[in-house]
C-alpha cells in the first residue's frame, strides 16, 4: 500500500470531499476490506459523521485567518484561457472553477458540476458520442450574477475562435456544445469519443462570466479588465494582483459550498527562487505553503529537519525535457524567427541529434541533483501506469558521441569545435533561472565540449521565460534558441490533452500568438494520424497501444529527449491541510484547504 495515497484519501475524507461509501469504496482499493478502511477512518480521527457526504465538515465558513503561498514563478495574469505555465493556471483556478477536477487518484471529482456523467445516470452516451452535463443549481459569480449554460456555451465559442488565440483552443475546438436547459449543456464529439472529460474539465475547463467577456471576444479579447481583475465562481474573490509579485483576494462569503473556504484571506506572493521559498516554509515558517520546490534534495532534507513543515512528492506524468529546434531560431520569416518552414542548419542532421542525446547523463541528474525530486527515465510518456511503456536505453557516452559525429563528417577545427560544410556545433540553450536547471545546463555543456559542440548557456527569469508576452522575445513559446528546457505538465489522468502538445496543428506561431501547445516546432505526418486514431478509439487496450507508439515516435527523431519525471514537490507548514493531486492544478480544490484543528 502506498502510504501517501492513504494519507492523501483520509485528508479528503476529512475535508468532506468524498462521502463515506466513496471513502470506503477507494480504501478498498488500496487492499482494504471494509471493517478495516473503517477503523483505519476511526483512527485517524475520521469519525463515520465527518465522513457522511461532501462539505459536513467543517461546521462553518471562515475563521482561518491568512493562507500565504509562495510561488517563486510569480503569476503575470488571470484569464485561464491564456494562462501559459503552471503559475498562471493556477492563479487563474483561485477564482475560476471548471465543472469538474481531477483527484490524486485520478477520478473526477465535481466542482460546478451537479453530478459526474455517466451511463447509468443519463449523462454519457452508449455510443461515445455526447456527454450531458447538469449545473449546481445556485452558482453565483463574485458580482452576483447566476452561472447558467449560456456562460458555459460563451466559454466553448470564445476559446475555439481562432482570433481569440485561447491556449485552450484545443478542448474546444472539435466539439459542440448545446444548451439543453438554464442548468443543462451537451457536449458532442464529432467522433465515438473514449475521453469525454475534457471540455469544462480540469485546468483547461476554466469557465469564465459571458456577462463580463462577451464583448472582448476575438481580436479584442486581450483588452478585457477581467484579464487582470477576475471574477469567478471560486471560493476567493479577487481583491489585488501586481503581475509578477503579489495577489490578494478574499473569502467569498456566497461560496458554493456553505461551510467553505476555511481561510480569511489569500496572498500568492511570487518571485526570488525555488530554495529561498522552501526555506521560507520550512526553516522560518514565514509562509504557510512553497509550490514546486525544484531544489536539489540534499537541501531539501536539511531544512526539513527544522521541524517546522514537511516536504510532499506527489508522482504523476510532469516530466523535464531537452527540446532540440528543428527550425532556425537565428532567421526571420515574415517578422518571426523559428518558423515553420524554416530548418535548423546543424540539429536538422540526425547524427548530431543523436550525440547531443548520448550525452545527457540522465543518472547523474537524479543521483547527483535531483533525487527523490526527478528520477531518470528515457520516456516521455511515464504515467498513469497503464499508459507507461518500458524504459529505454539511457546510455551517456562521450566516446560514442565523438563516433557518430565523426562517422557523419563532423570535423573538429582548431578550437576543437566540430564543423561541416561551413556550419559549426555552436548552440544556444536556454531555461528558466532556477538551481537545479542551471547545474544542468552545466552538465550538458562539460559532456558537449568534450565531443566538440560548443554549447552557451542562456537563464531566462521565470517571470519572463514562463510569460504570455507576445512582445517577449525570451519567452519559453517562442523558441529562440537552439536548445529548451522545461518541464511539462501532465494535468489530466488521461494522455490525450498531454500528448496532443506534438500534434502538428497546435504548433506554436505568430499566428496564434504563441499559444500553440507545440512549442518544440516537431512534425509528424504518422504522430498526428496515430493521435486523431487514438481520440475515436474506444477500445482501451488499442487506445493504450496508440499512445505507446506516439511515445516511440517522439523519442525516434530525436528533437525531445527526456531528461528526469518531475513528481509535484512542494512543501507546507505541519499544520496546514492541502488538498493535492498531480493530476490537476495544484490549487484545483483550494476550497478544501485546512489547518489541523480547523
Not at 479528503?12 to 477503523?39: E, F, H, K, N, Y
Not at 447538469?134 to 447566476?146: E, Q, Y
Request: glycine share 8%; no cysteine; proline share 7%.
Amino acid at each position: 500500500m502506498h502510504e501517501d495515497r492513504l494519507r492523501h484519501l483520509l485528508d479528503l475524507i476529512r475535508g468532506g470531499v468524498l462521502s463515506r461509501r466513496d471513502a470506503l469504496r477507494r480504501l478498498a482499493g488500496l487492499g482494504l476490506t471494509a471493517p478495516m478502511a473503517t477503523q483505519v477512518m476511526a483512527l485517524a480521527g475520521v469519525s463515520p459523521a465527518a465522513a457522511q457526504a461532501p462539505g459536513a465538515e467543517p461546521v462553518r465558513r471562515g475563521g482561518g485567518g491568512p493562507l500565504r503561498l509562495l510561488y517563486w514563478q510569480a503569476p503575470t495574469l488571470l484569464n485561464p484561457h491564456f494562462a501559459t505555465g503552471a503559475t498562471n493556471q493556477d492563479a487563474s483556478r483561485i477564482f475560476y472553477e471548471p465543472l469538474a477536477g481531477w483527484a490524486a487518484d485520478g477520478t473526477l471529482l465535481p466542482v460546478l458540476a451537479a453530478e459526474i456523467p455517466s451511463i447509468e445516470n443519463g449523462g454519457l452516451a452508449p455510443d461515445g458520442r455526447s456527454v450531458t452535463w447538469k449545473i449546481k443549481p445556485g452558482v453565483r459569480w463574485h458580482d452576483g450574477v447566476a452561472l447558467t449554460a449560456d456562460d458555459l456555451v460563451f466559454n466553448w465559442d470564445y476559446a475555439r475562435n481562432p482570433a481569440t488565440a485561447a491556449v485552450t483552443a484545443g478542448s474546444y475546438r472539435d466539439v459542440t456544445v448545446v444548451k439543453v436547459d438554464d442548468l443543462t449543456v451537451r457536449v458532442e464529439f464529432r467522433q465515438p469519443t473514449p475521453f469525454w472529460a475534457e471540455t469544462f474539465v480540469g485546468s483547461r475547463g476554466l469557465i469564465v462570466p459571458k456577462h463580463l467577456f462577451e464583448r472582448y471576444v476575438g481580436a479584442a479579447s486581450r483588452d478585457a479588465p477581467a484579464n487582470l481583475r477576475p471574477v469567478g465562481t471560486g471560493a476567493y474573490r479577487f481583491v489585488s494582483f501586481a503581475p509578477g509579485d503579489v495577489l490578494h483576494a478574499s473569502l467569498n462569503p456566497d461560496y458554493h459550498l456553505p461551510t467553505r473556504p476555511f481561510f480569511d484571506t489569500l496572498e500568492v506572493k511570487g518571485g526570488g527562487d525555488a530554495t529561498s521559498a522552501a526555506r521560507a516554509v520550512l526553516q522560518t515558517a514565514d509562509y504557510d505553503f512553497a509550490w514546486n520546490l525544484a531544489v536539489e534534495d540534499d537541501i531539501l532534507k536539511r531544512l526539513e529537519a527544522a521541524g517546522r513543515g514537511r516536504v510532499v512528492f506527489i508522482e504523476g506524468g510532469d516530466i523535464e525535457l531537452l527540446h532540440l529546434n528543428p527550425t532556425d531560431p537565428n532567421r526571420e520569416v515574415e517578422g518571426e524567427r523559428s518558423h515553420a518552414s524554416t530548418t535548423h542548419p546543424a540539429l536538422s542532421d540526425p547524427a548530431v541529434r543523436q550525440a547531443i542525446g548520448l550525452l545527457v547523463d540522465r543518472d547523474a541528474l537524479e543521483q547527483f541533483i535531483y533525487g527523490r525530486g526527478g528520477p531518470a527515465t528515457g520516456n516521455v510518456l511515464n504515467n498513469p501506469p497503464r499508459f507507461r511503456p518500458p524504459q529505454p536505453s539511457r546510455a551517456f557516452s562521450v566516446e560514442r558521441a565523438n563516433e557518430v559525429l565523426e562517422a557523419a563528417g563532423w570535423r573538429r577545427g582548431p578550437d576543437g569545435i566540430r564543423a561541416k560544410d561551413g556550419v559549426r556545433l555552436r548552440f544556444v540553450l536556454q531555461t528558466s533561472v532556477n538551481a537545479p536547471r542551471q547545474r544542468t545546463q552545466a552538465l550538458i555543456k562539460a559532456a558537449a565540449l568534450r565531443a566538440g559542440i560548443d554549447v552557451e548557456v542562456k537563464a531566462v527569469a521565470a517571470t519572463v521565460f514562463f510569460s504570455s508576452d507576445v512582445a517577449n522575445p525570451d519567452t519559453y513559446t517562442k523558441f529562440y534558441a537552439d536548445l529548451q528546457m522545461f518541464t511539462t505538465v501532465m494535468t489530466q489522468a488521461d494522455p490525450q490533452r498531454f500528448m496532443n502538445q506534438f500534434v502538428s496543428w497546435e504548433m506554436a506561431s505568430r499566428a496564434n500568438r504563441w499559444q500553440g501547445r507545440n512549442i518544440y516546432r516537431w512534425r509528424s505526418p504518422e504522430y498526428d494520424r496515430l493521435f486523431r486514431e487514438a481520440e475515436g478509439e474506444l477500445d482501451p487496450i488499442r487506445r493504450a497501444d496508440l499512445f505507446l507508439r506516439m511515445n516511440a515516435l517522439v523519442l525516434a527523431d530525436g528533437y525531445v529527449i527526456p531528461l528526469v519525471g518531475r513528481p509535484r514537490v512542494n512543501a507546507h507548514a505541519n499544520a496546514l491541510r492541502p488538498v493535492l493531486s498531480a493530476w490537476d492544478n495544484t490549487l484545483w480544490l483550494l476550497s478544501h484547504w485546512g489547518r489541523e484543528g480547523g
